[in-house]
């Protein structure tokens, strides 16, 4: 029964560089998740070079929503510390093109749209935690259910930098005992992807007054015997980004993540040491 | 506030050797908690030869209560990988003991009580890990207010060999979100002190029916905003050594631990790395 979560998903043990041709050619599907096992996935924000520095700071000041693992120079397209072959315009299954601050366009190609100042930053992403807790056998159950993570915004303010500013955004997964405390290990060792859990147990801490009202994402029920356990979260940039209304922006469109060459550092070692143990 | 924790406590950064002969001379007061921070303090079961074959067995199946960092060969009162001046028949504050399952003595020196087919055993002490969570920032309530730890019996029962057997026992601290996440991520680095929690907030799934009256230590409050957090504890080899009535035993008395020479694997880094972290 656990054992098959990582089964049905057909391109977990996939290497990155196959999920990206997937990607390129148009039959990724949408999302990324549970793709790629062992390697970095990353949300992605393009900014002009004006904005960079500025959302560069922002990055590095709050590393457990916006954990930084590439930055492109302008108007480059490739990005090799994250695959070889790697084209930024083409390699997410699905991009959000803004200008000041609305979306206005959705598409798998943003050749066309491309500008000789935009400056990509690539941001660790919880679909790689996800897939070492499905390869530890820590079952998820919005995975099970096929839906989007719940997703809440808190009364956590980021560290502000320049026009970037607002709130922690976080993901929620309930878990038993058990599982609630092989998460917190794992995660742990997973820095670039958001880490250790911010919050366990008390929702209210952090602002979120009815846990069954996410704010982006999927409802999920935490049922009695079990512990809301909250991570910092990738849609963090998205939402300052949003706030900010650059004149000009691409992102990812929700999880249509860039699945990167870089490795889970220590992370088969996590696998053996944590795979189907009690605690 | 938090500081202060260890800054109160005259022997934390005492070495073991230190403590050793203060121990021997009956200078360190009965309790053990709170020193020679970095090291492995051990609980103490002596028994005779013929028992210790099943006894050894037992720990090895039962790690996460019995944690085994020593074995002394029969009759040998000296466990050099433990201590080069390691006297185990006078280098613990008290010892208990005991005939037939009975307590027939309580005493500071065991010389005169010592039989040359006793063999020892050390079990790793949760007093390492409160060290170290102690040098980390993370409070525990019992320490503050000077008490002795909860301690209950569980419903998992060990794995029994030959006459061993009996429930796990478990020791409880109640914590804020934040500080089991750390406590959680703390403990997990100290394998050989009980390692990480085995159960966090759901007391009942382990047969624990009142909080508030523990089975041995003093009881400990949860404030509604507490997680209550369960480790694996020493007091399970005592308990199942009391039911298995041996003709002759000695152990350490509650709380009254061998400070050893073994070092904590990583100690300085685990302190820095987690030292004042929010998470």
Chains 1, 2 share one sequence.
């Not at 935009?118 to 941001?123: I, N, S």
């Amino acid at each position: 029964m656990v054992d098959s979560d990582s089964a049905r998903l057909p391109y977990f043990n996939a290497s990155p560089a196959e999920v990206r041709r997937l990607c390129r050619a148009g039959e990724s599907g949408p999302v990324t998740a549970g793709m790629a096992a062992g390697y970095i996935q990353a949300n992605i924000v393009m900014l002009p070079a004006s904005l960079a520095d500025a959302f560069h700071e922002f990055c590095l000041r709050n590393p457990k929503p916006c954990p930084l693992v590439g930055m492109s120079r302008p108007g480059d397209y490739r990005l090799s510390s994250l695959g070889a072959d790697l084209d930024l315009r083409t390699d997410l299954p699905l991009y959000r093109v803004w200008r000041d601050g609305n979306m206005v366009a959705e598409t798998g190609d943003i050749r066309d749209q491309w500008r000789d100042d935009l400056v990509t930053f690539a941001l660790g992403c919880s679909f790689s935690f996800e897939n070492a807790l499905t390869a530890c056998d820590v079952p998820m159950r919005h995975l099970q259910l096929g839906r989007g993570v719940p997703v809440y915004r808190t009364n956590i303010a980021c560290t502000p930098v320049g026009p970037f500013a607002g709130p922690v955004v976080v993901s929620m997964r309930p878990f038993r005992s058990h599982d609630a405390i092989r998460a917190v290990q794992i995660s742990s060792l997973i820095p670039l992807a958001h880490g250790a859990p911010i919050q366990i147990g008390f929702p209210e801490e952090i602002g979120i007054a009815d846990i069954d009202s996410p704010d982006y994402g999927d409802p999920t029920e935490v049922a009695d015997d079990e512990l809301p356990v909250f991570w910092a979260c990738g849609v963090t940039p998205q939402a300052v980004l949003a706030a900010s209304k650059p004149e000009f922006a691409i992102t990812h469109a929700p999880g249509a993540m860039l699945v990167t060459d870089m490795p889970i550092e220590g992370y088969e070692d996590l696998v053996a040491s944590h795979r189907g143990r009690i605690i």
